[in-house]
Nanobody, 133 residues
Framework: QVQVVESGGGLVQAGGSLRLSCTASGLTFDDYAMGWFRQGPGKEREGVAAIDADGSTTYASSVKGRFTVSQDKDKKTVYLHMNSLKPEDSATYYC???????????????????????????WGQGTLVTVSP
């Protein structure tokens, strides 16, 4: 069974940086996609960044140029490097992994799609990011 654990959240001033980590234990193969999502109070969960099995990345327009997603396949870990943080970036950040192929099941969420979140194969519990003005 795959377990997903995020870490790295915290309190940072506007303009600062944070690096989130997401490790998926129990993975026995390399063909999977991972994505970062966030959910602020009273808001829907939205896709932030995704990285597919081939290493291609996609970003939500709100974070493009400020956030970077990277991965260490050996460690089954994905990172979200967040720079120039804004108060509106404050949210609980979640990581998800998906094993299906042939379609950008995770990447589609960075384009504004927000349905069928429960169809992604595994989710972490989230890590809180708070950006103060």
């Amino acid at each position: 069974q795959v377990q997903v654990v995020e870490s790295g959240g915290g309190l940072v001033q506007a303009g600062g940086s944070l690096r989130l980590s997401c490790t998926a234990s129990g993975l026995t193969f390399d063909d999977y996609a991972m994505g970062w999502f966030r959910q602020g109070p009273g808001k829907e969960r939205e896709g932030v960044a995704a990285i597919d099995a081939d290493g291609s990345t996609t970003y939500a327009s709100s974070v493009k140029g400020r956030f970077t997603v990277s991965q260490d396949k050996d460690k089954k870990t994905v990172y979200l490097h967040m720079n120039s943080l804004k108060p509106e970036d404050s949210a609980t950040y979640y990581c998800a992994v998906d094993f299906r192929s042939g379609y950008p099941y995770v990447a589609r969420y960075t384009g504004g799609y927000c349905g069928q979140l429960d169809t992604l194969d595994a989710w972490g519990q989230g890590t809180l990011v708070t950006v103060s003005p």
